[in-house]
T-cell receptor, first 113, second 111 residues
Framework: GAVVSQHPSWVICKSGTSVKIECRSL??????MFWYRQFPKQSLMLMAT?????????EQGVEKDKFLINHASLTLSTLTVTSAHPEDSSFYIC?????????FGPGTRLTVT | GQQLNQSPQSMFIQEGEDVSMNCTSS?????WLWYKQDPGEGPVLLIA?????ELTSNGRLTAQFGITRKDSFLNISASIPSDVGIYFC???????????FGTGTRLKVLA
């Protein structure tokens, strides 16, 4: 199967700071990538669609000014959580489609203190 | 956000038993995917389904795309301890790569 990586795998930051999470497709190109958030013992909730060369599209209820997405190249999308607060602590997972299938990264656990 | 209803929510079974779980939606989907997620890791794709009525196997796993296109089923035969984890279904409508996820089925296998 295809391989998607994320960096970092975990991060702890202080309230009010910003954190950048990277998502890379390692052996294929992805013009579209997706960002999900998963709270403990819950399912994955789609946050936004990252589009190479254009603006990201956000799901209802997701603040685009707080969760900045940049699709810098055909293999890299970044999610920046700005002015992080404890309630932003979560497991953030990206995915990239290849043909008709979605491949997920290993996730990034964000803890805001 | 929208989610699919998945049942059962959790299961405790004995090693060697078969397992069945299903996913239902109020919307019609054109693709169904089944994933397994281990704690602290991203979901891993198990089976992909593309046509109504399709039955696909991957080792001890078998999944079916419901003929109404509003549901899907996953069966695991002869369960083993490493089957422990959370299983998610995900559905997508035609022309998009956006997937909606089920609520998950937490499986525990007792040796």
């Amino acid at each position: 199967g295809a391989v998607v990586s994320q960096h970092p795998s975990w991060v702890i930051c202080k309230s009010g700071t910003s954190v950048k999470i990277e998502c890379r497709s390692l052996d294929f190109q992805a013009t579209t990538m997706f960002w999900y958030r998963q709270f403990p013992k819950q399912s994955l909730m789609l946050m936004a669609t990252s589009n190479e060369g254009s603006k990201a599209t956000y799901e209802q209820g997701v603040e685009k000014d707080k969760f900045l997405i940049n699709h810098a190249s055909l293999t890299l999308s970044t999610l920046t959580v700005t002015s992080a607060h404890p309630e932003d602590s979560s497991f953030y997972i990206c995915s990239a489609p290849r043909v008709d299938e979605q491949y997920f990264g290993p996730g990034t656990r964000l803890t805001v203190t | 956000g929208q989610q699919l209803n998945q049942s059962p929510q959790s299961m405790f079974i004995q090693e060697g038993e078969d397992v069945s779980m299903n996913c239902t939606s109020s919307s019609i989907f054109n693709t169904w995917l089944w994933y397994k997620q281990d704690p602290g890791e991203g979901p891993v794709l198990l089976i992909a389904l593309y046509k109504a009525g399709e039955l696909t196997s991957n080792g001890r796993l078998t999944a079916q795309f419901g003929i109404t296109r509003k549901d899907s089923f996953l069966n695991i035969s002869a369960s083993i301890p490493s089957d422990v984890g959370i299983y998610f279904c995900a559905g997508s409508t035609s022309g998009t790569y956006k997937y909606i996820f089920g609520t998950g089925t937490r499986l525990k296998v007792l040796a």
